[in-house]
């Protein structure tokens, strides 16, 4: 059973946006929010790159996970950096 705040799936993502980090691709990841959700579709990432030019890499890498939608962050609520990621394409469970 899935534990509020412990998604093995937003586990997963979260190590890969890591190493991404690591890899010198991501500034910075941000999860709003995270002790509240129970699934990875309910999960609203956010990242800034380290050069814009990393951007079609980082997709890459991301588009391992099902669902993958990002857009640019111009509302700037629950984040200040650049991009909101979701792994969830029209509130599909």
């Known amino acids: 059973m899935t534990q509020i705040g412990n998604v ?3 586990i997963s993502v979260k190590k890969t946006l890591e190493e991404l980090k690591n890899d010198g691709l991501i500034e ?3 999860l ?3 002790e509240i959700l129970t ?3 309910a999960a609203i990432f956010f990242l800034s ?3 814009k ?3 079609e890499e980082i997709w890459n890498v991301l588009s391992g996970y099902e669902m993958l ?3 640019p962050n111009e509302e700037k ?3 200040q950096l650049e991009w909101m990621v979701e792994f969830n394409k029209g509130f599909e469970l």
Do not use: A, F, Q
Request: glycine share 0%.
């Open 8 to 10: 093995s799936e937003i």
């Open 39 to 41: 699934r990875l579709t």
């Open 77 to 79: 609520r629950l984040s």
């Open 28 to 30: 910075n990841w941000e």
């Open 69 to 71: 939608h990002y857009r």
């Open 53 to 55: 030019t990393k951007m």
């Open 49 to 51: 790159p380290t050069d």
């Open 32 to 34: 709003p929010y995270e």
